[in-house]
């Protein structure tokens, strides 16, 4: 009956031992702090490793729970929308999506020409919903200079007036580089690629950079989209 009214359903479809460190973890905490659950029941060590054990439980009951999911899924209900998140990596970027297209509508919001910019940095990683998106990089300078002036004249920087999206031209701190093999800055625009009516910076691009960056983050970064090209 849930189903039926659900628009969407969402499947944890995490690995078993996910599910049972994490449902030992959770219960081990209650126990320690006396926290009642599932309608005022309290949690204890005897409980936690004797017949009614929610570990048992998670064990007796996954593959045939994993079955009836997939079978679901393989012939899903109409008009509804299914997602089935197999890892935290997945269900990172579910929750933070939502986030980014919101943002992502204040760039489409001011109707840049797509062959004259490519959003690059945090935002080529929000696209692809593994962080939450920052700013954009345009070629076309000269004319939002003259829209909406100069934010930064150290950085070559222009932040918008909803302080969402920020552009870096030709000449800018962020397109500068001395790096070898650097790709021109005209020809990370050409190889952007378009996703949902905007264009990115690749992700070979934008790799290329955060390799050769000596900042933690960026360093991170290349974990997030190395994961992302071998999943």
């Known amino acids: ?63 045939r729970r994993k079955q009836k999911y997939s079978e679901l899924f393989a012939h899903p209900p109409p008009k509804q929308q299914l997602v089935r998140l197999k890892s935290q990596f997945d269900v990172k970027r579910f929750i933070i999506q939502p986030q980014n297209n919101s943002k992502f509508c204040v760039v489409r919001a001011l109707k840049l020409p ?13 696209i692809r919903n593994l962080r939450k998106i920052g700013d954009i990089t345009p070629s076309l300078w000269q004319a939002l200079q003259n829209t909406y002036g100069m934010t930064n004249e150290n950085q070559k920087k222009i932040v918008f007036p909803d302080g969402v999206v920020e552009a870096f031209g030709r000449d800018s701190l962020e397109a500068v580089t001395q790096l070898k093999n650097t ?19 690749s992700l070979e691009n934008l790799l290329f950079f955060k390799k050769n960056s000596t900042h933690q983050k960026d360093r991170q970064n290349c974990v997030l989209i190395d994961t992302l090209l071998t999943s």
């Open 1 to 63: 009956m849930l189903f039926e009214k659900a628009e969407m359903i969402v499947w944890l479809d995490l690995p078993l031992s996910t599910c049972l460190w994490r449902s030992l973890k959770r219960s081990v905490t209650r126990s320690l702090k006396k926290e009642s659950c599932c309608n005022g029941n309290n949690e204890t060590f005897w409980r936690l490793f004797g017949k009614n054990s929610i570990l048992l439980w998670v064990w007796q009951t996954y593959h």
């Open 183 to 201: 790709p021109p800055f005209l020809k990370r625009i050409q190889d952007a690629e378009m996703i949902d009516w905007l264009p990115f910076k």
């Open 114 to 126: 797509p062959d004259q910019y490519a959003i690059t940095g945090s935002g080529a990683l929000g």
